[in-house]
């Protein structure tokens, strides 16, 4: 079956712009999980998704950074008024209730 | 909280040879996972092992093994007959048990298989 995917593959954006990344999970995973990757930080947890139940935001770095899944599957990953420390990959994984995390390609992400 | 330490941060192997990756982790909890992940300059994480940490026996799969020390907080990787495909960053990480739960990664490792 298909695995998890992610869009855009790339995107370049000015300082100050608003950006949307999406991801399309694995059909019938129930949790959804946003991790970021860059040079200086490695790999930090953002945002999961779990069922119905209220997302874990622990892992936001500031209030311009947003996320929702919608009907339980596709999420987007929301970036408002972006700042050259937000230039990174950012990779989406799903899971089954318990299980391994399968991920997606990633979006790189530049701010110019 | 959990921290996972990979202290190599680069290797080498020749084709054919064998190789360990070390990882070791800090936890309080009893129920949680360890994982291996590899990422190829494509940028697909991808999952190589997993192991319960419930569970003693140390997970296989294919050429690639664990060798996972629980009193010792410690979950080597070991490649055998590397293959030029496995270059790639390798990523130890951790995930508490009873449920979905966030993965906390190392470093990293790169790994670099030459011919």
């Known amino acids: 079956g298909a695995g998890v995917s992610q869009s855009p593959s790339n995107k370049v954006t000015e300082k100050g712009k608003d950006v949307e990344l999406r991801c399309d999970p694995i059909s019938g995973h129930t949790a959804l999980y946003w991790y970021r990757q860059s040079l200086g930080q490695g790999l930090e947890f953002l945002i999961y998704?779990?069922?119905?139940?209220?997302?874990?935001k622990s892992g936001l770095p500031s209030d311009r950074f947003s996320a929702e899944r919608t009907g339980g599957s596709v999420s987007t990953l929301t970036i408002q008024r972006t700042q050259q420390e937000d230039s990174a990959v950012y990779l989406c994984a799903s899971s089954p209730v318990v299980g391994t995390q399968y991920f997606g390609p990633g979006t790189r992400l530049t701010v110019l | 909280a959990q921290t996972v330490t990979q202290s190599q941060p680069e290797m080498s192997v020749q084709e054919a040879e064998t190789v360990t990756l070390s990882c070791t982790y800090d936890t309080s909890e009893s129920n949680y996972y360890l994982f291996w992940y590899k990422q190829p300059p494509s940028r697909q994480m991808i999952l190589v092992i997993r192991q319960e940490a419930y569970k003693q026996q140390n997970a296989t799969e294919n050429r690639f093994s664990v060798n996972f020390q629980k009193a010792a907080k410690s979950f080597s990787l070991k490649i055998s007959d590397s293959q030029l495909g496995d270059t790639a960053m390798y990523f130890c990480?951790?995930?508490?048990?009873?449920?979905?739960?966030?993965?906390?990664f190392g470093k990293g490792t790169k790994l670099t298989v030459n011919p």
């Open positions: 998704f779990q069922g119905n139940s209220a997302p874990d």
């Open positions: 990480a951790f995930m508490k048990g009873g449920g979905s739960e966030k993965l906390v």
